[in-house]
């Protein structure tokens, strides 16, 4: 089960507020650059959330992955984003797709500053 698993917290997100807030949009986009780095989707649910009194609902996007996931969720009244990259390696070392994947994504989003973590999983034997 040996994987690595990616995470990243956006904050001051400068991009356009649609980024937040259409799940078609974001979506789309996100299943263009999964299959760009070379990854392979294979089911996705993208879910906008009802507006409240702080503003416009954010989404959740979630992209299934062959080699395992990619989970993004929005906050647009803090333009803030998490991401979340997560793919095993079994029959393969997907790891440097996993990587140009949450790049692609941060530029996106365009932070003006982030928080990102790196764990492997499993062991190698």
């Not at 990616?6 to 937040?20: E, G, K, S």
């Not at 990854?39 to 979630?62: C, D, R, S, W």
């Not at 390696?89 to 990587?99: E, I, L, V």
């Not at 140009?100 to 973590?117: H, I, K, N, S, V």
């Amino acid at each position: 089960m040996q994987g690595l698993h990616l995470t990243a917290d956006l904050h001051q997100c400068r991009c356009d507020m649609a980024w937040f807030t259409n799940a078609t949009q974001l979506g789309d986009w996100c299943l263009e650059v999964v299959h760009a780095v070379g990854l392979k989707a294979v089911n996705q649910l993208f879910h906008t959330f009802p507006a409240t009194a702080q503003g416009p609902g954010g989404i959740t996007a979630t992209v299934l992955l062959a080699e395992s996931h990619l989970c993004i969720h929005t906050w647009p009244e803090q333009r803030a984003v998490t991401l979340d990259v997560y793919v095993c390696n079994f029959g393969g070392d997907h790891s440097a797709k996993a990587r140009g994947l949450m790049f692609a994504l941060t530029q996106r989003f365009q932070p003006e500053w982030t928080e990102q973590r790196s764990l492997d999983r499993g062991s190698e034997s």
